[in-house]
């Protein structure tokens, strides 16, 4: 839940945001428009035809003028006059078919880089970010980089070879109409270069905004069914809608900007207008020139402000775009896991080879702390749930913000502060290793060090005798089955969920492994069998059942070490012992390394590893910790199991 909102301050619409968001240049976003340049290039050449097209019109206008007044026949005149105007249209419409191509493709080719490194990301940055935010990315800054072919960049180079050729036409016609319109421009370009830039920090804030509503719609939509049970529907609307209203301000800051940018073209247009008109009038009537000269100016002049337009609209379009391509940039410029990879195997060397004999995971001596960044946002996501809760309750807005701020004290306090102490253990090849302890004790950062989400602080992490941080993650992780104790389950049908870590499996084995967890029941209750929908979040299948799906996935992969993460807190009895059993013969040959709050889910493991406070006080079997481990004996007490 949001912090009650803070009383808007007046804020001068044209003042310059605070600029501390990521930056982008032209440099950076040339790739995204070069990746297109064949096309590009068929533009340019339009362009040049196009505008040759254009400026030969007022010639042909001058001279239909003089034929007239000599008394002459137009001959073919009219009909080169009518045919440039179709040749022009017609360019003009294939240009715009191109440019839309070339702009959708931008899009593509950016989301395309955006998502694979969004994927590839350390897990770290997820503990950072918030999913909404990453999602806007991809989707509202992407769709920026469309307006700089579509609106700005390719016209503005069309509109500079007419805004050259008129400008060269008007210098022959008359020099000194040129010169008074020459100076009614650079004073429009001066205002548009000095707005430009307020322009840019404004998209880029207003593309941060946008981000933060995603993200808070997503929080809103993931926890729908919690909000509705507690009646805090129209609290939530209400702290969406304070950020929408975020965004609306932003929008109208720059709406305000661009009001005067665009105006700025049509000014200097009626303001030349009216001089050439009038200057150019008495000129007529001196004799300096004949009337044919004057319209044929006027009509370049015509042509000269209108790219001119062109280009103010493309500085805005370029400067919006740069905006959103500064936090695209931001995500495409961290390292991902296979950098990280990269840069170890530089400092650790290269992977030993594997022991048979060695322990099939050893911890020598690891200790570990999140990313400061992580605990922080780890605990303001506690925090705002301890506020969505204390307004649930009736607590007032004050004690909610007093609430909201001791928590993010302590996260301050507790950055730093060791999640794991000097553990060592083995869980030795082919047996059974249980972890237990209370919670916060660490032991399912234990199987998130073994998958690689992080790399301990200290100490080291062996697989068969050889440093993981030496493996690459996708080769560790191919030896590796882990169930994580949300047991997430994924948008799309039973066997989407099932093939996740075993593609090339068959539709047998994946029925013959959901009867294995007493699944069996829900490929039979729909005739879709395989095919059948689990919702998102696998919302139309029960906790137990999500449970038992994401532990048949594991068991499909058969990998040589399976990670279980309290892989059966949610199933009851019946379903409990099936499970065990499943997990029992699927274990034959295969090392497990299980956490459990239930000790008598894992008092007949090979051995048990104690862990208090980030520290292992104990490993044994369940007889011999029950007599010399005092927190042991008292978990087991608890549990009735002495």
Not at 39 to 48: A, D, F, G, P, Y
Not at 267 to 292: C, K, Y
Request: one cysteine or more.
């Amino acid at each position: 839940m949001s912090t009650p909102a803070r009383p808007a301050r007046s804020r001068n619409p044209f003042s310059r945001p605070k600029d501390d968001g990521p930056r982008a240049s032209l440099k950076q976003l040339m790739p995204y428009i070069f990746e297109h340049r064949s096309i590009l290039i068929v533009v340019i050449i339009l362009s040049v035809i196009g505008a040759a097209a254009s400026l030969a019109q007022p010639l042909i206008v001058s001279q239909v003028i003089g034929v007239v007044e000599a008394g002459r026949s137009l001959g073919n005149l009219a009909w080169l006059l009518v045919g440039l105007v179709v040749v022009s249209g017609v360019i003009s419409g294939y240009q715009h078919y191109l440019l839309q191509r070339a702009g959708t493709g931008v899009v593509y080719s950016s989301r395309r880089q955006l998502i694979a490194r969004i994927f590839r990301l350390p897990i770290s940055q997820f503990d950072t970010r918030r999913t909404g935010d990453l999602v806007s990315r991809v989707g509202s800054d992407t769709t920026m980089l469309y307006a700089v072919l579509t609106q700005g960049f390719v016209d503005a180079v069309g509109g500079a070879i007419t805004f050259i050729g008129a400008l060269i036409a008007m210098a022959i016609i008359d020099p000194v109409l040129l010169g008074l319109t020459l100076l009614v421009v650079i004073v429009s370009v001066v205002v548009v270069v000095a707005l430009s830039g307020r322009i840019r920090v404004a998209s880029r804030e207003q593309q941060t905004k946008v981000g933060e509503l995603a993200a808070a719609v997503e929080r809103a939509i993931s926890s729908i069914r919690t909000i509705r049970a507690s009646n805090a529907t129209d609290r939530e609307i209400d702290a969406v809608d304070g950020v929408a209203k975020e965004v609306y301000g932003v929008g109208v800051r720059i709406a305000k900007i661009s009001s005067l940018v665009v105006p700025v073209a049509g000014i200097a247009m009626q303001t030349s207008f009216l001089v050439v008109l009038g200057v150019g009038g008495f000129r007529v009537a001196s004799g300096a020139i004949t009337i044919a000269s004057l319209v044929a100016f006027i009509l370049f002049l015509f042509m000269m402000i209108m790219p001119l337009g062109q280009a103010f609209g493309a500085i805005t379009s370029v400067n919006q775009a740069l905006g959103a391509l500064g936090r695209i940039q931001e995500i495409l410029d961290l390292p991902d896991e296979g950098d990280d990879d990269a840069a170890i195997a530089a400092r650790v060397g290269r992977p030993g080879t594997a022991s048979a004999s060695a322990p099939a995971i050893e911890f020598d001596g690891v200790e570990f702390a999140y990313p400061d960044a992580a605990v922080i946002e780890r605990e303001r996501a506690a925090a705002e749930a301890l506020a969505t809760e204390a307004l649930t309750e009736g607590t007032s807005a004050p004690e909610v913000v007093a609430a909201d701020a001791a928590r993010l004290t302590e996260a301050q306090s507790a950055l730093g502060r060791q999640v794991l102490r000097g553990v060592s253990f083995a869980a030795m090849q082919g047996r059974r290793t249980a972890l237990v302890g209370p919670s916060g004790a660490g032991k399912s950062t234990i199987l998130g060090l073994i998958e690689r989400f992080y790399d301990p602080t200290a100490g080291a992490i062996r697989l068969g005798g050889v440093d993981i941080r030496t493996i690459p993650r996708a080769e560790l992780r191919d030896q590796i089955g882990y169930v994580e104790q949300d047991a997430p389950v994924l948008a799309g049908t039973l066997r989407d969920n099932l093939l996740l870590s075993s593609p090339d499996a068959s539709d047998a084995d994946c029925e013959r492994v959901l009867h294995a967890v007493n699944l069996g029941g829900v490929l039979d209750r729909n005739p879709l069998g395989l095919a059948a929908p689990v919702g998102e979040d696998g919302i139309m299948l029960s906790g137990g059942e999500r449970q038992r799906l994401a532990i048949a996935r594991a068991i499909l992969a058969a990998p040589p070490i399976l990670l279980l993460d309290e892989s059966t807190s949610s199933l009851d009895g019946v379903n409990e012992q099936m499970m065990r059993e499943a997990i029992d013969a699927v274990a034959t040959g295969r090392t497990l390394i299980v956490i459990a709050h239930r000790l008598s889910t894992v008092v007949d493991s090979d051995q048990i590893v104690v862990l208090e406070e980030g520290r292992v006080v104990g490993v044994g079997t369940h007889s011999d910790l029950v007599t010399e481990v005092p927190l042991y004996r008292e978990l087991a007490k608890h549990q009735l199991l002495v």
